[in-house]
């Protein structure tokens, strides 16, 4: 399976950016499906996790920084996974990237074995 994320750029504080991340090789509703992202300097943390669990339910989970800002959602006809960020922050900016896993551990880096290249955000003060 192939990943291949998009959609970052700069941006004020306060505004929003859609990250894009199109899976290939394989149906995407069969994985988890998360976003890490690395700051600067920084080790590369969750941000945020879908999964469904042998229904047509997602489930979704999403680290405590960005609870309430960012929404993780997924359109399987497309095979894509979306990550809208809202009310951004500079503390936001790092490179973000998509994973696929089989795991159900979905905070996990290391559960994660397929990444996609990463998007750079920005966010300006």
């Known amino acids: 399976v192939q990943l291949q994320a998009s959609g970052g750029g700069l941006v004020q504080a306060g505004g929003s950016l859609t990250l894009s991340c199109v899976v290939s090789?394989?149906?995407?509703?069969?994985?988890?499906m998360g976003w890490f992202r690395q700051p600067p300097g920084k080790e590369r943390d969750f941000v945020a996790a879908?999964?469904?669990?042998?229904?047509?339910?997602?489930?979704?989970d999403y680290a405590d920084s960005v609870q309430g800002r960012f929404t993780i959602s997924r359109d399987n006809a497309k095979d894509t996974v979306y990550l809208q960020m809202n009310s951004l922050k500079p503390e936001d900016t790092a490179v973000y990237y998509c994973?696929?896993?089989?795991?159900?551990?979905?905070?996990?880096?290391?559960?994660?074995?397929?990444w996609g290249q990463g998007t750079q955000v920005t966010v300006s003060s």
């Open positions: 994973a696929a896993s089989y795991s159900t551990i979905v905070r996990t880096r290391s559960d994660y074995a397929c």
């Open positions: 090789g394989r149906t995407s509703s069969r994985y988890t």
């Open positions: 879908i999964w469904s669990q042998s229904s047509s339910t997602d489930y979704v």
